[in-house]
Protein backbone atom coordinates (compact mmCIF):
# COMPACT_ATOMS: atom_id res chain seq x y z
CA UNK A 1 0.00 0.00 0.00
CA UNK A 2 1.31 3.45 -1.03
CA UNK A 3 0.77 6.26 1.50
CA UNK A 4 0.47 9.62 -0.18
CA UNK A 5 -0.67 12.94 0.56
CA UNK A 6 -4.35 12.00 0.60
CA UNK A 7 -4.43 8.78 2.89
CA UNK A 8 -6.99 8.70 4.72
CA UNK A 9 -6.44 7.74 8.46
CA UNK A 10 -8.12 4.85 11.13
CA UNK A 11 -7.54 2.96 13.74
CA UNK A 12 -7.85 1.61 17.30
CA UNK A 13 -7.47 3.02 20.43
CA UNK A 14 -7.05 1.11 23.78
CA UNK A 15 -4.97 0.27 26.17
CA UNK A 16 -2.83 -1.61 25.58
CA UNK A 17 -3.44 -2.50 21.91
CA UNK A 18 -0.04 -3.97 20.96
CA UNK A 19 -1.92 -7.36 21.00
CA UNK A 20 -4.74 -6.43 18.33
CA UNK A 21 -5.68 -7.97 15.44
CA UNK A 22 -7.80 -5.08 14.03
CA UNK A 23 -4.84 -3.49 12.44
CA UNK A 24 -4.06 -6.57 10.26
CA UNK A 25 -7.86 -7.51 9.62
CA UNK A 26 -8.35 -4.09 8.32
CA UNK A 27 -5.50 -2.93 6.44
CA UNK A 28 -6.06 -5.75 4.35
CA UNK A 29 -9.20 -4.93 3.52
CA UNK A 30 -8.89 -1.39 3.07
CA UNK A 31 -5.65 -3.13 0.36
CA UNK A 32 -8.51 -5.18 -1.15
CA UNK A 33 -10.62 -2.76 -1.67
CA UNK A 34 -8.49 -0.55 -3.46
CA UNK A 35 -8.90 2.40 -0.95
CA UNK A 36 -6.41 5.04 -0.27
CA UNK A 37 -6.46 4.31 3.77
CA UNK A 38 -4.66 3.11 6.69
CA UNK A 39 -5.32 1.65 10.12
CA UNK A 40 -3.01 2.52 12.77
CA UNK A 41 -2.48 0.57 16.55
CA UNK A 42 -2.64 3.73 19.26
CA UNK A 43 -2.46 3.12 22.85
CA UNK A 44 -4.20 5.81 25.02
CA UNK A 45 -3.91 6.82 28.22
CA UNK A 46 -5.42 9.95 28.54
CA UNK A 47 -8.67 9.44 26.76
CA UNK A 48 -10.01 13.13 26.74
CA UNK A 49 -6.57 13.84 25.07
CA UNK A 50 -6.83 11.14 22.83
CA UNK A 51 -10.17 11.96 21.62
CA UNK A 52 -9.19 15.85 21.02
CA UNK A 53 -5.90 14.15 19.11
CA UNK A 54 -7.98 12.31 16.38
CA UNK A 55 -10.41 15.19 15.71
CA UNK A 56 -7.26 17.60 15.12
CA UNK A 57 -5.70 15.11 13.39
CA UNK A 58 -8.37 14.25 10.87
CA UNK A 59 -8.80 10.46 11.65
CA UNK A 60 -12.54 9.18 9.40
CA UNK A 61 -13.07 6.40 11.65
CA UNK A 62 -11.66 4.63 14.86
CA UNK A 63 -12.04 1.49 16.99
CA UNK A 64 -12.13 1.66 20.78
CA UNK A 65 -11.53 -0.82 22.95
CA UNK A 66 -10.62 -2.15 26.53
CA UNK A 67 -10.97 0.25 28.62
CA UNK A 68 -12.45 3.15 26.96
CA UNK A 69 -15.61 1.50 25.42
CA UNK A 70 -17.66 2.77 28.49
CA UNK A 71 -15.86 5.93 29.32
CA UNK A 72 -15.78 7.20 25.81
CA UNK A 73 -19.20 7.83 25.84
CA UNK A 74 -19.28 11.50 27.55
CA UNK A 75 -16.58 12.60 25.06
CA UNK A 76 -18.65 12.27 22.28
CA UNK A 77 -21.04 14.49 20.32
CA UNK A 78 -23.84 11.77 19.31
CA UNK A 79 -24.42 8.12 20.11
CA UNK A 80 -26.20 5.52 17.77
CA UNK A 81 -29.17 4.49 19.60
CA UNK A 82 -28.65 0.53 20.16
CA UNK A 83 -24.63 1.96 21.33
CA UNK A 84 -26.63 4.02 24.18
CA UNK A 85 -28.80 0.95 24.76
CA UNK A 86 -25.74 -1.21 25.61
CA UNK A 87 -23.85 1.44 27.14
CA UNK A 88 -20.48 0.87 25.23
CA UNK A 89 -19.13 2.05 22.04
CA UNK A 90 -16.46 0.57 20.06
CA UNK A 91 -17.00 2.41 16.71
CA UNK A 92 -16.20 6.15 16.03
CA UNK A 93 -17.50 7.84 12.77
CA UNK A 94 -15.68 11.38 12.67
CA UNK A 95 -17.96 13.31 10.28
CA UNK A 96 -17.28 17.13 8.66
CA UNK A 97 -19.81 18.47 7.12
CA UNK A 98 -18.83 21.44 4.69
CA UNK A 99 -18.46 24.76 6.42
CA UNK A 100 -19.22 23.53 9.99
CA UNK A 101 -16.43 24.56 12.07
CA UNK A 102 -16.36 21.59 14.30
CA UNK A 103 -15.94 17.54 13.16
CA UNK A 104 -18.52 15.85 14.43
CA UNK A 105 -17.57 12.40 16.49
CA UNK A 106 -20.26 9.89 16.78
CA UNK A 107 -20.32 6.11 18.53
CA UNK A 108 -21.84 3.03 17.41
CA UNK A 109 -21.70 -0.59 18.79
CA UNK A 110 -20.71 -3.33 16.42
CA UNK A 111 -20.03 -5.81 19.18
CA UNK A 112 -23.45 -6.96 19.01
CA UNK A 113 -23.91 -7.19 15.40
CA UNK A 114 -20.80 -9.54 14.91
CA UNK A 115 -22.08 -12.26 17.08
CA UNK A 116 -25.49 -12.08 15.38
CA UNK A 117 -23.68 -12.34 12.23
CA UNK A 118 -21.19 -15.04 13.10
CA UNK A 119 -24.25 -17.05 14.34
CA UNK A 120 -26.36 -16.26 11.72
CA UNK A 121 -23.86 -16.78 8.82
CA UNK A 122 -21.20 -18.94 9.90
CA UNK A 123 -23.55 -20.76 12.50
CA UNK A 124 -26.19 -20.72 9.33
CA UNK A 125 -28.80 -19.92 12.35
CA UNK A 126 -31.91 -18.23 12.42
CA UNK A 127 -32.22 -15.82 15.21
CA UNK A 128 -35.60 -15.11 15.41
CA UNK A 129 -37.17 -17.94 17.97
CA UNK A 130 -34.55 -19.35 18.30
CA UNK A 131 -33.30 -20.51 22.55
CA UNK A 132 -29.98 -19.99 23.49
CA UNK A 133 -27.78 -20.46 26.53
CA UNK A 134 -25.20 -17.65 27.38
CA UNK A 135 -22.14 -18.62 29.73
CA UNK A 136 -20.57 -15.63 31.67
CA UNK A 137 -22.17 -12.17 31.88
CA UNK A 138 -19.33 -9.68 32.00
CA UNK A 139 -18.81 -6.68 28.95
CA UNK A 140 -19.16 -9.25 26.24
CA UNK A 141 -22.09 -11.08 27.56
CA UNK A 142 -23.70 -7.61 27.00
CA UNK A 143 -23.41 -7.22 24.03
CA UNK A 144 -23.64 -10.79 22.73
CA UNK A 145 -26.95 -10.90 24.66
CA UNK A 146 -28.05 -7.51 23.78
CA UNK A 147 -27.71 -8.78 19.99
CA UNK A 148 -29.88 -11.84 20.57
CA UNK A 149 -32.46 -10.15 22.28
CA UNK A 150 -32.80 -7.81 19.90
CA UNK A 151 -32.45 -10.46 17.16
CA UNK A 152 -35.83 -11.97 18.51
CA UNK A 153 -34.10 -14.62 19.98
CA UNK A 154 -35.02 -16.59 24.04
CA UNK A 155 -31.67 -15.64 26.06
CA UNK A 156 -30.67 -17.35 29.27
CA UNK A 157 -27.75 -16.23 31.18
CA UNK A 158 -25.49 -18.38 33.60
CA UNK A 159 -22.66 -17.22 35.22
CA UNK A 160 -20.36 -17.97 38.13
CA UNK A 161 -21.68 -14.62 40.00
CA UNK A 162 -24.81 -14.96 40.64
CA UNK A 163 -25.71 -11.41 41.41
CA UNK A 164 -23.89 -10.38 37.82
CA UNK A 165 -25.81 -12.81 35.90
CA UNK A 166 -29.06 -12.04 37.98
CA UNK A 167 -28.39 -8.26 36.86
CA UNK A 168 -27.63 -8.87 32.97
CA UNK A 169 -30.80 -10.88 33.04
CA UNK A 170 -33.09 -8.40 34.31
CA UNK A 171 -31.31 -5.42 32.25
CA UNK A 172 -32.98 -7.75 29.37
CA UNK A 173 -35.99 -9.10 30.58
CA UNK A 174 -35.02 -12.56 29.51
CA UNK A 175 -34.53 -15.98 32.32
CA UNK A 176 -31.00 -16.53 34.68
CA UNK A 177 -30.12 -20.30 35.54
CA UNK A 178 -27.77 -21.27 38.40
CA UNK A 179 -25.01 -23.78 36.61
CA UNK A 180 -26.26 -27.04 38.64
CA UNK A 181 -29.33 -26.47 36.71
CA UNK A 182 -28.16 -26.46 33.20
CA UNK A 183 -28.94 -30.20 32.90
CA UNK A 184 -31.96 -29.96 31.99
CA UNK A 185 -31.17 -27.16 29.67
CA UNK A 186 -31.63 -28.05 25.54
CA UNK A 187 -31.24 -24.96 23.22
CA UNK A 188 -30.30 -23.80 19.43
CA UNK A 189 -27.18 -22.77 21.05
CA UNK A 190 -24.62 -22.21 23.59
CA UNK A 191 -22.43 -18.95 23.45
CA UNK A 192 -19.50 -18.79 25.73
CA UNK A 193 -18.38 -15.31 26.67
CA UNK A 194 -15.85 -16.13 29.28
CA UNK A 195 -12.35 -16.25 29.05
CA UNK A 196 -12.54 -20.05 30.19
CA UNK A 197 -10.29 -22.13 27.96
CA UNK A 198 -7.92 -19.09 26.85
CA UNK A 199 -3.89 -19.59 26.60
CA UNK A 200 -2.61 -20.76 28.92
CA UNK A 201 -5.26 -22.54 30.16
CA UNK A 202 -6.02 -24.63 27.18
CA UNK A 203 -7.85 -27.76 28.89
CA UNK A 204 -10.18 -25.82 30.61
CA UNK A 205 -14.19 -26.00 29.75
CA UNK A 206 -16.93 -23.67 30.92
CA UNK A 207 -19.53 -26.30 30.91
CA UNK A 208 -20.14 -30.04 31.90
CA UNK A 209 -18.70 -31.42 28.01
CA UNK A 210 -21.63 -34.28 28.50
CA UNK A 211 -23.92 -31.79 28.31
CA UNK A 212 -23.22 -29.98 24.98
CA UNK A 213 -25.21 -32.68 22.75
CA UNK A 214 -28.16 -30.94 23.94
CA UNK A 215 -27.18 -28.00 21.75
CA UNK A 216 -27.36 -27.90 17.52
CA UNK A 217 -24.43 -24.91 17.65
CA UNK A 218 -21.41 -24.32 19.81
CA UNK A 219 -20.01 -20.61 19.57
CA UNK A 220 -17.05 -19.62 21.72
CA UNK A 221 -15.76 -16.10 21.81
CA UNK A 222 -11.92 -17.18 22.52
CA UNK A 223 -9.89 -17.14 19.81
CA UNK A 224 -6.47 -18.26 21.48
CA UNK A 225 -6.73 -20.96 21.00
CA UNK A 226 -8.40 -21.15 17.55
CA UNK A 227 -9.81 -24.57 18.34
CA UNK A 228 -11.02 -24.47 22.53
CA UNK A 229 -11.37 -27.14 23.97
CA UNK A 230 -14.87 -26.18 24.40
CA UNK A 231 -15.35 -26.31 20.17
CA UNK A 232 -13.15 -29.71 19.90
CA UNK A 233 -15.62 -31.79 22.13
CA UNK A 234 -18.53 -29.53 20.83
CA UNK A 235 -17.66 -30.94 17.11
CA UNK A 236 -17.00 -34.67 18.96
CA UNK A 237 -21.09 -34.22 20.03
CA UNK A 238 -22.46 -33.75 16.91
CA UNK A 239 -22.33 -30.25 17.18
CA UNK A 240 -22.12 -27.25 14.47
CA UNK A 241 -19.21 -25.03 15.77
CA UNK A 242 -18.64 -21.14 15.80
CA UNK A 243 -15.31 -20.16 16.58
CA UNK A 244 -14.00 -16.91 18.74
CA UNK A 245 -12.38 -15.17 14.81
CA UNK A 246 -16.16 -15.23 13.73
CA UNK A 247 -16.98 -12.31 16.01
CA UNK A 248 -13.84 -10.75 15.74
CA UNK A 249 -14.34 -10.43 12.10
CA UNK A 250 -17.81 -9.66 11.69
CA UNK A 251 -17.83 -6.63 14.14
CA UNK A 252 -14.70 -5.50 12.21
CA UNK A 253 -16.54 -5.77 8.75
CA UNK A 254 -19.84 -3.53 10.42
CA UNK A 255 -17.38 -0.94 11.19
CA UNK A 256 -15.67 -0.51 7.94
CA UNK A 257 -19.28 -0.35 6.24
CA UNK A 258 -19.97 2.44 8.51
CA UNK A 259 -16.62 4.08 7.92
CA UNK A 260 -16.58 3.87 3.91
CA UNK A 261 -19.86 2.45 2.90
CA UNK A 262 -18.41 -0.42 1.15
CA UNK A 263 -19.06 -4.24 1.18
CA UNK A 264 -16.42 -5.85 3.55
CA UNK A 265 -14.11 -8.41 1.80
CA UNK A 266 -14.75 -11.09 4.62
CA UNK A 267 -12.71 -14.08 3.15
CA UNK A 268 -9.80 -11.47 2.81
CA UNK A 269 -9.93 -10.10 6.76
CA UNK A 270 -10.47 -13.64 7.77
CA UNK A 271 -8.02 -14.97 6.02
CA UNK A 272 -5.39 -11.55 7.44
CA UNK A 273 -6.71 -12.75 11.27
CA UNK A 274 -6.01 -16.65 10.35
CA UNK A 275 -2.29 -15.58 8.96
CA UNK A 276 -1.43 -13.37 11.78
CA UNK A 277 -2.82 -15.88 14.45
CA UNK A 278 -0.50 -18.66 13.34
CA UNK A 279 2.61 -16.33 12.97
CA UNK A 280 1.89 -14.93 16.82
P1 LIG B 1 -15.35 -9.28 29.36
O1 LIG B 1 -15.51 -7.80 29.25
O2 LIG B 1 -14.27 -9.83 28.45
O3 LIG B 1 -16.64 -10.02 29.21
P2 LIG B 1 -15.42 -9.38 32.23
O4 LIG B 1 -16.34 -8.22 32.23
O5 LIG B 1 -14.33 -9.43 33.21
O6 LIG B 1 -14.75 -9.56 30.81
O7 LIG B 1 -16.33 -10.73 32.36
C1 LIG B 1 -15.79 -11.98 32.41
C2 LIG B 1 -16.91 -13.01 32.53
O8 LIG B 1 -16.31 -14.32 32.52
C3 LIG B 1 -17.69 -12.92 33.82
O9 LIG B 1 -19.01 -13.36 33.58
C4 LIG B 1 -16.94 -13.89 34.74
O10 LIG B 1 -17.73 -14.42 35.78
P3 LIG B 1 -17.96 -13.59 37.16
O11 LIG B 1 -19.01 -12.58 36.87
O12 LIG B 1 -18.41 -14.63 38.13
O13 LIG B 1 -16.63 -13.00 37.50
C5 LIG B 1 -16.61 -14.98 33.75
N1 LIG B 1 -15.43 -15.77 34.16
C6 LIG B 1 -14.15 -15.38 34.11
N2 LIG B 1 -13.34 -16.38 34.56
C7 LIG B 1 -14.15 -17.42 34.88
C8 LIG B 1 -13.94 -18.75 35.40
N3 LIG B 1 -12.71 -19.19 35.65
N4 LIG B 1 -15.01 -19.54 35.58
C9 LIG B 1 -16.25 -19.10 35.31
N5 LIG B 1 -16.53 -17.85 34.83
C10 LIG B 1 -15.50 -17.03 34.62
Redesign the pocket.
Known amino acids: MKINGCTSLFGIIGNPVAHSLSPVMHNAALAALGYNGVYLPMQVENLLDGVQGLRALGFIGVSVT?PHKEKIIPLIDELDSTANRIGAVNTLLFRRENGAEKTVIRGFNTDWLGSNMALGITGNMNLKGSRVLV????????GVCFGLVKAGAEVIIT???E???QALADWLGCEFTMAHELAHIRADALIN????GMEP?ID?I?IDPSLLANFSVVMD?VYAPLETRLLKEAKQAGCRTVDGLAMLLFQAAAQLEIWINKQPPIEVMRQALLDNLVRN
Not at 135 to 142: D, E, I, K, P, V
Not at 193 to 196: A, G, M, N
Request: glycine fraction near 18%; proline fraction near 4%; aromatic fraction near 0%.
Open positions: VLGAGGAARNRSEKGTTSVEMPI
